[in-house]
């Protein structure tokens, strides 16, 4: 398979478009990812200025939330149909904007407002950035790629509590959005200059009625997952959008596989690996981000600690997956997916046992080893099983691809955080001790995610990683300088009939 890009083009002949690529999805992915958990931090101090109790302010997140789903299925779509760099500087700026004027904002309908705007760009720009990634890289150098892209999901949700706690102590939480500021405009300028562009096959005609099926099923599922801990599983504002969200998503599947133009070629999900790679992200993602949501949360009630101590507390896990993806190209050929993958869940699976007895007998030598290698663990399972999910994928279908990765992340780390705020609520009255037996209950069930992840991870098949491998590597394509805002055709043409 070819990676429908030249192996060192030079835009302007100044940036390689591998640079201008991973420069911008990065700085752009990071503020995304870490506006879902830094505004956190802020709301009972913007609750504070508006008059507002804590029950009131949830629409400053469930409004960015929504947003954010329901443009993430129509991303893939309007990348094919403006083209890459379009769509992608075209998020970047409205996310940018968006960000300024939250901090303006002096109204709580105001915010609410800007931060559908910001979901908006946010939910275009994980996508595209991603299909970008994967078009601009051969499939042999993307594990290479994986050590950035892995900088923003390590760092970013660990680092939005640390940084939100420390800006609203020290100036005002007007500086959770300001601090977006630096990073978008520059991220802006220096795409608008060098960011190549990857066409894609056209987008002749609007699926209407697959975009609402799609981003309306997924933004009515993350809302129902989203407020269950607080509303309950059993009460009409859950199970009325996650009935009818989960009956949406089920009429997708055979509506985008008759539509001519689909909204999501869904047929992306016939490929074996991906299919099966997207299932061990599933749990693990789910795992994964109760976790983050949980041990805070452990140490701030019954330990005591501050937000921004119990951020620092969990911060290593950020390092911990950094480490792993420095670590996963030198071993990828040696020891092959599959089973770094299997280590990886059965890895983090045993670090999460180890916290629920943590919870009785915390130690604090403990427990920056155990965040460490938790990360550590994760950042293993997550590098290999995303570079192997796309070796086998075309490059005229990237773009759908990635579009169901963003879906399926969402899901999986709202259902991760219902499922963890669940089990801790409805324990905790009847343990009678506590929350530690609580916590415990819920750290098992997180852990048991994460074991079922890398019994999955045992269907991946090598074999096929290998083979894409080696088709792609014995063709070197002549570098040839492409002007930045000039497209970067694929090699391939576009499979679908």
Same mark, same amino acid.
């Given at each position: ?60 997140? &469930?409004? %960015?939330? &929504? ?56 939910? #275009? ?16 150098? +993307?594990?290479?790629?994986?050590? %950035? ?16 706690? =420390? ?5 005002? =939480? ?48 993350? %809302? ?8 309950? =599983? ?20 055979? =509506? ?10 869904? +047929? ?24 983050? %949501? ?24 950020? #390092? ?17 997916? +599959?089973?770094?993958?299997? &280590? ?5 699976? #045993? ?29 293993? #399972? ?8 796309? &070796?086998?994928?075309?490059?005229? !279908? ?84 492409? !002007? ?11 499979? +679908?009939?």
């Amino acid at each position: 398979m070819s990676s429908g890009q030249p192996g060192g083009p030079r835009l302007g002949h100044r940036v390689p478009a591998k640079v201008a690529v991973c420069g911008v999805f990065v700085a752009a992915n990071f503020m995304a990812i870490m506006d879902t958990t830094i505004v956190n931090v802020a709301l009972p101090a913007i609750g504070r200025d508006f008059a507002v109790d804590t029950s009131g302010l949830s629409s400053v997140n &469930v409004g %960015y939330l &929504v947003a954010l789903a329901v443009c993430i299925p129509v991303s893939g779509r309007l990348g094919n149909r403006f083209g890459t760099r379009r769509t992608a500087l075209g998020a970047l700026l409205l996310f940018t904007v968006a960000s300024a004027l939250c901090a303006t904002a002096g109204s709580l309908d105001a915010l609410t407002g800007y931060r559908v705007a910001q979901g908006v760009g946010g939910g #275009l720009l994980a996508p595209v950035g991603m299909t970008m990634m994967l078009r601009a890289f051969p499939v042999a150098e +993307r594990l290479r790629a994986q050590q %950035y892209v892995m900088l923003p999901t390590a760092v970013a949700p660990a680092l939005g509590p640390v940084l939100g706690g =420390w800006l609203v102590d020290t100036a005002s =939480w007007h500086w959770v959005f300001l601090v977006n500021l630096p990073v978008g405009v520059l991220a802006l300028l220096f795409g608008a200059a060098v960011l190549p562009d990857f066409p894609g096959p056209g987008a002749p005609r609007f699926d209407v009625p697959g975009f609402v099926l799609a981003g309306g099923g997924l933004a009515a599922v993350l %809302y129902a997952l989203t407020g269950a801990p607080d509303r309950g =599983w059993e009460s009409a504002g859950t199970l009325v959008p996650l009935v009818g969200g989960a009956a949406f998503l089920a009429a997708l599947v055979p =509506w985008e596989l008759r539509a001519t133009h689909p909204m999501i070629d869904l +047929r992306v999900a016939e490929d074996q690996l991906f299919r099966t790679t997207q299932l061990v992200l599933l749990p693990t993602g789910a795992a994964f981000m109760g976790v983050l %949501y949980l041990y805070p949360q452990f140490l701030q009630t019954d330990l005591g600690y501050d937000a921004l101590h119990s951020g620092l507390a969990t911060f290593p896990e950020a #390092l911990g997956m950094l480490t792993a993806s420095q670590i996963v190209p030198r071993l990828h050929d040696r020891a092959g997916p +599959r089973r770094l993958m299997v &280590v990886g869940g059965a890895g983090a699976a #045993l670090v999460i046992v180890f916290l629920a007895f943590l919870t009785t007998a915390p130690h604090p030598l403990a427990r920056y080893p155990s965040m460490y290698l938790l990360g550590a663990f994760v950042g293993l #399972l997550f590098a290999s099983a995303q570079n192997a999910a796309f &070796v086998t994928i075309p490059p005229a !279908r990237t773009a759908d691809a990635t579009t169901l990765l963003a879906m399926q992340r969402q899901t999986a780390g709202a259902f991760g955080v219902a499922l963890a705020g669940t089990l801790t609520a409805s324990l905790v009255p009847a343990a009678g001790t506590g929350t530690a037996h609580a916590d415990r209950i819920a750290f098992l069930t997180l852990a048991a995610l994460c074991l079922g992840a890398s019994v999955l991870a045992l269907r991946v098949s090598d074999r096929q990683v290998r083979e894409a491998y080696d088709a792609d590597a014995p063709r070197p394509a002549r570098a040839e300088p492409v !002007r930045p805002g000039r497209a970067v055709p694929d090699a391939e043409p576009d499979p +679908r009939p």
